[in-house]
Each structure stands twice: as structure tokens, then as C-alpha cells.
């Protein structure tokens, strides 16, 4: 498995980034079983609706769906089960306490495989955007489609 070429999962959560201002990313790994892995690798897996809470000192993803292997009889695994992130002692410090002083969420951005063939969460440090942040935001991007076309034309 080490050194796989063929490492295209890149599995991403379009809503946060419509949803909250993102202030800080940090890879994590994650703790799966036999057939959740095999999952992500066919691709099967999303993160809308998932955020990252703290539990006792320990960082999990909540609300990660990862469907339930096709091959896996009774070994298979719950979809929407709690997972635990694997993050260095001095990130899992840092994002508890922004967290907690400043009213800072965390959430899942996308889930990928690595070059060593491990399934990674890159996970943001995010704050919430309000309505009218999110009609701006889909201006801009209409503004820059726009844009795009007249270049094409010319």
C-alpha cells in the first residue's frame, strides 16, 4: 500500500466554505475501521453537516457519513458513527482554546489519501458567516462568472 499512485479521493464539504469564514486549516488523521476505508477509497463518503467538538482533551468528527461497505457483511461498520482525530498535543491545545474564548467552530473541509495511503480530515478553524455575508459571497462569485465569460468572448 505504501507508495500508492493512485490517490484521486479528495472528498470535499462545498457547504462550509459557504457557510463559515474559514480562519486556520489543519490536517488530521482519523481513527477508521477495516471497512470504512475501503469506503473512502471508492469515494463514498460526505461531510455535509459534520463539525469537530472536544471530549475530554480529544478532538472527534461528528456527523461524517461514510457509507457502509458493499462487501462487508456483518464486519460493516455504522455510517454517521463518532470518529476520533489524531492531531499533535500542541494543535489540539490551540484549537480548544480558540474555540472556547473567542466562539470559534470547528469544522471538516475535505477527506483525502496521502501519498503513504492513509485517509487524512483537513479540518478548519471557522467562523460563522450571517446572512448577508453569504448574499455577498454569492455576488462575488456571479461577478467573477460574469467576468469570465466576457473574457472567453474576447
Not at 500508492?4 to 469564514?21: G, S
Not at 484549537?95 to 489519501?113: N, Q
Not at 467562523?127 to 455576488?139: I, P, S, W
Request: glycine share 8%.
Amino acid at each position: 500500500m505504501v507508495g500508492m499512485k493512485n490517490n484521486k479521493i479528495n472528498i470535499k464539504n462545498k457547504r462550509a466554505f459557504f457557510d463559515y469564514e474559514i480562519l486556520d486549516t489543519f490536517v488530521a488523521g482519523i481513527i477508521l475501521g477495516g471497512t470504512e476505508i475501503k469506503s473512502i477509497r471508492e469515494g463514498r463518503a460526505s461531510l455535509v453537516d459534520s463539525y469537530c467538538f472536544f471530549v475530554s482533551g480529544e478532538l472527534w468528527a461528528k456527523g461524517m457519513n461514510i457509507a457502509e461497505y458493499f462487501y462487508g457483511t456483518y464486519n460493516n461498520h455504522q455510517p454517521t458513527r463518532e470518529r476520533k482525530l489524531l492531531l499533535h498535543k500542541k494543535e489540539l491545545y490551540k484549537l480548544d482554546r480558540k474555540t472556547k474564548e473567542s466562539g470559534l467552530t470547528i469544522v471538516p473541509l475535505r477527506i483525502f489519501i496521502n501519498e503513504r495511503g492513509l485517509a487524512k480530515l483537513e479540518i478548519a478553524l471557522a467562523k460563522g458567516k450571517k446572512q448577508y455575508d453569504k448574499r455577498e459571497t454569492l455576488k462575488q462569485k456571479d461577478a467573477s462568472r460574469e467576468m469570465d465569460r466576457v473574457k472567453k468572448k474576447y
